[in-house]
């Protein structure tokens, strides 16, 4: 058998028995959706002795999916907070208040841990770049958390009315932000399971924030001013589902890790627990017992949501199959002149 | 001396083109720089003559005082990686030269000698080169750029039986990319565009973040995990001020790394490839020079004799910043919907 020069590479193969051609893998992930035409068969592909290319992330495991998740939460309680405050349901509004404050600090707090050197936290505030999400999202979560901070510390100390009610509303405005800005600070980099679904991230982390904000404030507020809670919160996880199933079966191979390992497992986990808790929310919400146990189980979906995703992009990172298989397909389909299918 | 700014080019100058991808003719001006500061530097790594030496990687530890490590980045560590006679394994915090050894093989249905030494077969009576021209074959191996003789006497490519054998070598570093990952990501400034249009970490600013390293679609910059700091490849940003070449160029046997102004190297692996190309070396190709890649070209730019992901290097990278807008419009849509989202919520609900 002779490999001329018409095979790919001249016919050249690695020679010492090492063998990372695998099957690219596309069970389960969808990646053939209807009415999409496959531009490429299922190529095989090759790498450096199965070493990843990119460098997965340093972030640390449970600071990073902490953060991203009381940035949420809190977030979307500093929306209900000001709101709650203007519509006036003054234990709604406490409780919002307590939650964002605190929420917004334990964040920082992490973020700043996080760090490798963190004594030096306040680089960040040295320059502004807009190509940097996480420069953008330090101007968003330093007024952020100073407003929601100082709101909840007045809204304790019991000083300041009118202040309380300035700062409650500066916090609102940057709280949806807070919220979203994650999910930019995931995708924009070149982690192939953050990158591919970069238009439905923002949605899952705002529906997961969502699901978080209003479970939390329905487990300690009042169940008579908990309306908008238990309304926010199960809006918030049917957007969290329905985002997260694009995710998971949209985005061709960078959908598998979604599946597979520690991160399929808690994203299944996650997903029984928010359609659980916002089942529950629909059922029993407006009862003390039932509007605890639903509203802690949408924290628990919102947070699993997040080491799950956090947890998939890693994988994605580790796993040379995921940025070789998508730039391959997307340099196929530029040559023959398609869009590709696989997003960047 | 000119203001030096850590902005990437998407924050400066009124013009919205190219300032997140495609070509940028001027890189230093785009960063900041007046007119009149230095052209823009970059390597040229010829692969096809690279012999595997590793002076590079010890010319770079040298100079740049890099601890040790081992094939996965541990520090001091000595670990065999069984990776050929790679363990220095990828580029690091602590590796910013990284050769890459493959082996490979490919069938041939010539009536080969079955056994000998590389280049035995010249010595079978042949009516061609070698007779006609006696000092052919040592005109041929003085000259260590020339095809004809890589693919005559190259210690890279042997014979066995019905199998030939090469050996790809590659000296990897960092690409000193026109639109680089790292540096719009960086949110301290600790990364900025020198004004030899290469891209260096200042360690007194970098604060640890981290997010360079997972914005980097070549995999190069890594958090040194002791220090918490991130560092990579400065092209000797030391060296260049006081007017001499990079440690791993001035250190290379065989002009594998070829250091100079950008646009000459650019033409010199243009004249080169075509070189090889018409002497039948038909894997050899460019990876980096096009301009209109995903990162709008690399300043560090190799020639490769086979697919870019056999040497560990990304087929087709693409800047995170090129796809930025459409994410931020889509975070900017989720954040209006938390505000509708309990708005009508606490509209829709009625006090008790």
């Known amino acids: ?344 | 001396m000119t203001t030096v700014s850590s902005a990437s080019p998407a924050l400066k100058a009124a013009d919205q083109k190219n300032r997140l991808f495609g070509p940028l003719p001027d890189v230093q001006a785009e960063a900041g720089y007046e007119e009149g500061h230095p052209k823009r530097v970059g390597f040229f790594t010829d692969t096809s003559v690279c012999i595997g030496c590793k002076a590079c990687e010890v010319a770079c530890k040298e100079w740049n005082t890099l601890p040790m490590d081992d094939a996965h980045g541990t520090r001091d560590v000595i670990g065999l990686s069984g990776m050929a006679y790679d363990n220095t394994g990828q580029l690091g915090a602590n590796s910013w030269r990284h050769v890459a050894f493959i082996e490979q093989s490919r069938t041939v249905d010539l009536p080969m000698p079955g056994v000998g030494l590389p280049g035995a077969r010249l010595e079978t009576p042949d009516p061609g080169v070698g007779l006609q021209e006696p000092d052919a074959q040592a005109k041929a191996q003085a000259s260590v750029l020339n095809a004809e003789a890589l693919s005559e006497f190259d210690p890279q490519t042997g014979h066995s039986a019905d199998r030939q054998i090469r050996w790809l070598m590659s000296s990897d570093v960092c690409k000193h990319c026109t639109h680089a990952g790292c540096l719009d990501a960086c949110p301290t400034g600790a990364l900025f565009r020198t004004e030899f249009g290469t891209v260096v970490v200042q360690g007194d600013i970098c604060n640890g973040c981290g997010y360079c390293v997972p914005s980097c679609p070549y995999g190069v910059i890594d958090q040194r995990k002791d220090d918490g700091r991130v560092f990579k490849c400065t092209m000797c940003y030391d060296r260049l001020t006081d007017g001499l070449m990079p440690a791993c160029a001035t250190a290379c046997p065989t002009q594998s790394i070829q250091f100079g102004d950008l646009d000459e190297l650019q033409a010199r692996a243009d004249a080169r490839l075509a070189t090889l190309q018409s002497q039948g070396v038909e894997t050899a190709r460019l990876y980096g020079r096009d301009e209109n890649d995903g990162v709008g070209g690399n300043g560090a730019f190799f020639l490769l004799l086979d697919e870019p992901e056999v040497y560990g290097l990304p087929p087709d990278p693409i800047v995170p910043a090129h796809d930025m807008p459409a994410m931020w419009k889509s975070a900017a849509a989720g954040a209006a919907m938390i505000v509708g989202v309990v708005l009508s919520a606490v509209l829709g609900s009625r006090k008790r």
């Open chain 1, 1 to 344: 058998m002779t490999e001329g020069v018409a095979t790919p590479g001249a016919g050249w193969r690695r020679a010492d028995g090492w063998t990372d051609k695998r099957k690219k893998n596309g069970r389960r992930s969808g990646r053939r959706a209807a009415g999409e035409v496959a531009m490429v068969e299922d190529a095989e592909f090759t790498s450096y002795y199965g070493r990843p290319i990119i460098k997965a992330p340093v972030w640390k495991s449970p600071d990073v999916p902490l953060y991203l998740f009381l940035g949420g939460a809190s977030g979307t309680t500093a929306v209900l907070g000001a709101l709650a405050d203007l519509s006036g349901r003054p234990a709604l509004t406490r409780v919002a208040r307590l939650f964002a404050g605190a929420g917004s600090i334990a964040s920082v707090g992490f973020l700043v841990h996080d760090l490798g050197r963190p004594e030096r936290f306040l680089h960040m505030l040295r320059v502004m770049k807009p190509t940097s999400a996480l420069s953008v999202g330090t101007y968003i979560l330093s007024p952020f958390s100073a407003a929601a901070g100082a709101t909840a510390a007045v809204e304790l100390l019991g000083w300041f009315p009118r202040l309380k009610r300035f700062g409650g509303i500066v916090s609102a405005l940057f709280g949806g932000p807070m919220a979203t800005y994650t999910a930019v600070l995931l995708a924009n980099t070149a982690v192939p399971s953050w990158r591919g679904p970069h238009k439905e991230l923002p949605f899952v982390f705002a529906g997961s924030a969502l699901a978080a904000g209003g479970g939390i404030t329905m487990v300690f507020a009042p169940v008579g001013e908990a309306g908008p809670s238990r309304k926010m919160a199960v809006a918030g996880a049917a957007v969290e589902l329905a985002a997260m199933h694009r995710v998971e079966t949209g985005h061709g191979i960078v959908s598998e890790p979604f599946h597979e390992g520690r991160a399929g497992t808690l994203l299944r986990a996650a997903k029984a627990c928010t359609t659980a808790g916002a089942g529950l929310t629909v059922v029993a919400g407006r009862s003390r017992v039932g509007s605890i146990a639903s509203g802690a189980l949408l924290a628990a979906g919102s947070l699993l949501t997040r080491f799950g995703v956090f947890d998939a992009g890693m994988v994605s990172a580790r796993d040379p199959k995921y940025t070789v298989v998508p730039q391959r397909e997307r340099m196929a389909a530029r040559e023959n002149g398609h869009a590709p299918t696989v997003s960047r």
